[in-house]
């Protein structure tokens, strides 16, 4: 029981993005507004954003800068180098959330201009009519 303890400690911010995920998840289910459901996306974009990040940290690594000089001749220990992968990725991930984000704002506002609410219920029954 103490190893686990310790284990859910020592990875505390994995449980701080897990419950993050899990209100944008709820937002996005259960709210009827359609900006509360924005809203609830772009906290779950940023959490798993968050958790590929951390994921990709190494303490104790150096940055992937290598001397060609040093590289050939004492070669390279690659557990000491951080992967610049994740964090390249999730620069990609940032910049597609920010267009998604534009992009549903601007149709939430056509939304709202022609059935004049941001009700799910309520716009679902303006086009059964």
Known sequence: MEDFITLVIA???YWIYV??????????????????KL??????QTAIILMFVSAGVKKGASI??????EVLTHG??????VNPLPH??????????????GVALAVILRIYRKYGTLEEDEIMEKLGQ
Do not use: R
């Not at 419950?19 to 509360?36: E, H, Q, S, T, W």
């Not at 992937?64 to 000089?69: E, F, G, Q, T, V």
């Not at 990725?89 to 597609?96: E, P, R």
């Open 11 to 13: 990875k505390y911010n």
């Open 19 to 36: 419950i993050l995920m899990m209100i944008g998840f709820y937002a996005m289910i259960g709210k009827k507004n359609l900006v509360k």
């Open 39 to 44: 809203l609830g996306m772009n906290i779950f």
């Open 64 to 69: 992937p800068i290598l001397d060609k000089h």
């Open 76 to 81: 390279i220990e690659a557990a000491q180098i």
């Open 88 to 101: 390249v990725l999730m620069l990609t991930a940032i910049v597609v959330s920010v267009s998604i984000t």
